[in-house]
């Protein structure tokens, strides 16, 4: 089959590769027919390449028609359309039932001392082959997947991988309600979804970006945004004169590690990518630092006694944050992988009825799975207007 490989820092390949089979009773084989590009991708496409081997198959947002199934897979049958979330997750153990799926017990990478296995991510989570590919391997089927029902497009449901429950739980994380006030620190795919779904819910939301293309995209929707290269000075100052001097009742940081800013930190990462991967891995696991440049803004934004929910992927491991004013303002904070079974209930019906979060309009491209090097290549560049591309690896052919 045809699959998108990591081959090195910024290079991405799509090449023959062996097709998935059964390998455990549990198991069950998808035919993708949808799968999509994640932010996160670009840090394994730029940082975090130390943890990647060449071959690796990537990707962990796909869509698709169930083709074989394991002889212990009671859920699904040949046939079955299914989103499968990006972690693998058996469903049974103590972390599933309390619904953590992020913290599996049965997939946990422990040699790591990482969370749940996780499709197309690099040794961290695993190395499982991912579903930029005509065909994926699902471990744990029955709890690794969303039934959908059958239709002409895919993209109502696609989102259901990873943006809509990433983007729900960073909102349910921030605990606004109606009526609150939230700032999402960029507007990426998971940072325009959630600025989507707060508004859903009666929030008020200020998205805030330096992309004229996303800006436009959240501004569309009717909900309030900020141009970064048009702050003159503090980004907190604008928005606490926007809220009676008081900052935002919570604040979602969709940007993370690789953030505008903190030129230190920029470097160190760029020289670990120029290393060894054994040596480059060594810095990251004890000296690995982050650009904490959003973060730090999200600490500046909250209000006293606010909420500050992170979504944007962090790496490092000994960065320095301003516990003195985290306490002082008595900040609340929540983060992780978003438990994507966990929230797929609450979300499906506004999937059902009409199209309130705009998913059919969401991705920006559609592009062969061929395209895939330069689909990576225009989402990091943030060129071509790309906010969010979706793959097609039907048609594609088998031999290049």
Same mark, same amino acid.
């Given at each position: 089959?045809?699959?998108?490989?990591?081959?090195?820092?910024?290079?991405?390949?799509?090449?023959?590769?062996?097709?998935?089979?059964?390998?455990?009773?549990?198991? /069950?084989?998808?035919? +993708?027919?949808?799968?999509?590009?994640?932010?996160? &991708?670009?840090?394994?496409?730029?940082? %975090? @390449?130390?943890?990647?081997?060449?071959g690796d198959v990537l990707g962990h947002e796909p869509i698709g028609v169930v083709v074989e199934t394991g002889p212990q897979v009671t859920t699904l049958a040949v046939g079955d359309r299914v989103v499968v979330p990006f972690q693998i997750s058996c469903g049974d153990c103590a972390m599933c039932a309390t619904g953590l799926p992020t913290q599996c017990e049965t997939t946990q990478v422990r040699e790591q001392g990482s969370g749940a296995a996780l499709f197309g991510y690099?040794?961290?989570?695993?190395?499982?082959?991912?579903?930029?590919?005509?065909?994926?391997?699902?471990?744990?089927?029955?709890?690794?997947?969303?039934?959908?029902?059958?239709?002409?497009?895919?993209?109502?449901?696609?989102?259901?991988?990873?943006?809509?429950?990433? /983007?729900?739980?960073? +909102?349910?994380?921030?605990?606004?309600?109606?009526? &609150?006030?939230?700032?999402?620190?960029? %507007? @990426?795919?998971?940072?325009?979804?959630?600025?989507?779904?707060?508004?859903?819910?009666?929030?008020?939301?200020?998205?805030?970006?330096?992309?004229?293309?996303r800006l436009a995209r959240v501004a569309g929707r009717g909900i309030e945004v900020i141009d970064m290269e048009r702050v003159p000075d503090s980004l907190g100052d604008v928005i606490r004169d926007r809220t009676d001097g008081r900052g935002t009742d919570a604040v979602i940081d969709a940007v993370g590690m690789e953030a505008h800013g903190s030129p230190a930190a920029s470097l160190a990462q760029r020289a670990a990518a120029f290393v060894p991967d054994a040596v480059a891995q060594k810095m990251m696991d004890t000296a690995g630092i982050d650009r904490l440049a959003a973060l730090r803004s999200a600490i500046d934004i909250v209000r006293r006694g606010g909420t500050i929910s992170l979504v944007g992927v962090y790496g490092g491991m000994v960065d320095p944050l301003p516990m003195r004013v985290l306490f002082d303002?008595?900040?609340?904070?929540?983060?992780?992988?978003?438990?994507?079974?966990?929230?797929?209930?609450?979300?499906?019906?506004?999937?059902?009825?009409?199209?309130?979060?705009?998913?059919?309009?969401?991705?920006?491209?559609?592009?062969?799975?061929?395209?895939?090097?330069?689909?990576?290549?225009?989402?990091?560049?943030?060129?071509?207007?790309?906010v969010k591309i979706v793959l097609d690896p039907v048609g594609t052919p088998v031999v290049a």
């Open positions: 089959m045809r699959a998108v490989t990591w081959q090195g820092r910024r290079n991405v390949a799509v090449e023959n590769v062996p097709d998935p089979r059964i390998e455990q009773p549990t198991d /069950a084989i998808v035919e +993708v027919t949808s799968t999509a590009i994640c932010g996160s &991708d670009l840090h394994l496409y730029e940082v %975090l @390449g130390a943890y990647m081997s060449p690099s040794k961290l989570y695993g190395q499982v082959p991912g579903g930029q590919a005509q065909y994926l391997r699902v471990p744990h089927a029955d709890a690794t997947h969303i039934k959908v029902p059958h239709g002409p497009d895919d993209t109502r449901f696609l989102y259901l991988s990873d943006v809509l429950p990433t /983007a729900w739980q960073a +909102v349910e994380y921030a605990g606004v309600a109606a009526g &609150d006030s939230l700032t999402v620190l960029g %507007l @990426g795919p998971i940072g325009d979804m959630a600025c989507r779904v707060a508004a859903h819910r009666g929030v008020r939301v200020i998205g805030v970006d330096r992309v004229p293309e303002k008595q900040i609340q904070l929540r983060m992780g992988q978003a438990n994507v079974t966990r929230w797929a209930p609450d979300i499906l019906p506004l999937l059902a009825d009409g199209d309130p979060l705009g998913v059919e309009s969401f991705a920006t491209h559609r592009l062969p799975l061929s395209a895939a090097p330069d689909a990576y290549r225009m989402f990091q560049q943030k060129s071509d207007g790309a």
